[in-house]
């Protein structure tokens, strides 16, 4: 489980992400929902002890993270970033790197779980970005985390690769954080919701309890028709033209 309580990170001269609470069970798919530079990514990299921040308490498994370096932080959250690079190495090679024990068989088998065996001896810098996006996530994987925190882990994918990778990430042991744009598919694949704007956490809760057309006008400053999913026991939007 992963619990924090009053983080504050300032970005920039005007803008900080002041976190009151935020909490993430062992298993459970969280999404975090905003509006374009309402503080999300940088949430996330707080949450890495990327950039410096400030917290009343932050726990990992019963364990206290300001105590831990970045080696041992490693040992518990994996990210599969927003923007991928275009590396020369082999997306073999590449996943090895983030193997605590690496072999052939054990990069074979993280590929074939996704479906991205076939990937193994090419080059990332002759991937399509989706590619790249999925081998990172193979990576992150390598890594045998306990959190997964996913930058946008749908960007650059086309609409049956988005789901194909939502479908993946919902069947995954490990607590997964997801940044998302796409307020159908948090609805859809997350079981708990944090919605941002300007830094701070406006509602969260259950998608069925939280995730309502006065809400979203609240976060995105959108009017949406709502309905329910006629498949999924979810809410669905619809853009009001």
Known sequence: MLDIVQLHADISPRMSVDIAHFMAHKGQKVGILGPNGCGKSSFIKAMLQFIPAKSHSYFIDGKDAHQMSRRELAEYLALVPQHIPELAFSAR??????????????VDDILSQLGLLHLADSQLDQLSGGERQQIYLARALAQQPQILLLDEPTNHLDVANQLCMLDTIE????????????????????DYVYMMKQGRLVCHGKPNAIMTSEN???????????????KADCPRFTYQF
Not at 97 to 105: I, Q, V
Not at 173 to 189: E, F
Request: charged fraction near 15%; hydrophobic fraction near 45%.
């Open 93 to 106: 090679y590449f996943i090895e790197l983030a193997c605590p024990n690496p072999t052939r068989k054990a």
């Open 171 to 190: 069947t995954l042991p490990q607590t997964c954080i997801l940044v998302l744009h796409d307020i159908n598919l948090a609805a859809r694949y997350c």
């Open 216 to 230: 979203i006008q609240a976060v995105f400053g959108l009017t949406m028709i709502t309905d329910r999913h006629p």
